[in-house]
């Protein structure tokens, strides 16, 4: 653990009278298998927390940090981009068996075969940005969860407008799709403030003051959390 800049500012947790927040800002991108991974283990880290302190709320920050922000809008074909990238079918399958592998021991089902295109993902972040200004935090987890099962086990499409309008309203979300750029008006774009301290994704900040990086197992984020709650 290491700790970020002050320029995370989180919510105030321990006004008096109030109740107590954590707030954990998770930077992620959707072609992430690992961000995939360490959602699913922030949940479980989230669902322990509430177990043993009911009278934290915690707050989810979520900020997009495109890992492939010169992909076409189009995409371009998965299966080759990925040959290309890692030097052979070989060494594919062993990464894809890696990725598997993890993905079970977290509960996550990869489909790897299914999908035809590596989408740009900047229209995906846009939507987790409007389901933040428009709706709930439940809905934009929700929303983030579906886009990152349409890709990884359903083989869809996410930079398809289309597709996202549907998994927004499957969240109860607005289907008409947000303004380019709103996620940036938000604050969610890393290159001026954090790219210096974004070491890979996921990257999960606990409270200002504490960092992670990579799929860490959910104990070591609810330690993260504990250790965050802890006043110095």
């Not at 371009?76 to 990238?85: D, G, H, I, N, T």
């Not at 210096?196 to 197992?217: E, I, N, R, Y």
Request: hydrophobic letters at 45%; a neutral charge.
């Amino acid at each position: 653990m290491h700790s970020p800049e002050p320029a995370l500012a989180a919510a105030d947790r321990e006004d008096a009278g109030t109740q107590p927040t954590l707030t954990v800002e998770v930077y992620f991108d959707f072609v992430c298998p690992w961000c995939l991974i360490g959602k699913r283990q922030l949940d479980a880290a989230a669902s322990r927390l509430a177990q043993l302190r009911p009278d934290v709320r915690l707050h989810t920050v979520w900020h997009s940090y495109p890992l492939l922000p010169d992909v076409p809008p189009g995409g371009l074909p998965y299966q080759a981009f990925y040959v290309a990238r890692l030097g052979s079918p070989e060494a594919v399958a062993r990464r894809r068996a890696q990725v598997r592998q993890a993905g079970q021991a977290a509960g996550v089902p990869f489909a790897f075969d299914r999908i035809a295109v590596m989408p740009n993902t900047a229209a995906a972040h846009a939507r987790v940005a409007q389901a933040a200004a428009v709706g709930t935090e439940v809905q934009q987890r929700q929303l983030i969860d579906r886009i990152f099962m349409a890709y990884f086990n359903g083989g869809r499409d996410i930079g398809d407008a289309s597709v996202l309008a549907q998994l927004a309203r499957d969240c109860g979300l607005p289907a008409e799709a947000p303004v380019p750029g709103a996620e940036r008006s938000q604050g969610r774009d890393p290159q001026a403030k954090v790219r210096h301290l974004v070491s890979g994704v996921p990257f999960f900040v606990f409270d200002a003051s504490l960092a992670l990086a990579g799929a860490v197992s959910a104990d070591t984020l609810l330690d993260a959390m504990l250790r965050a709650l802890t006043p110095a």
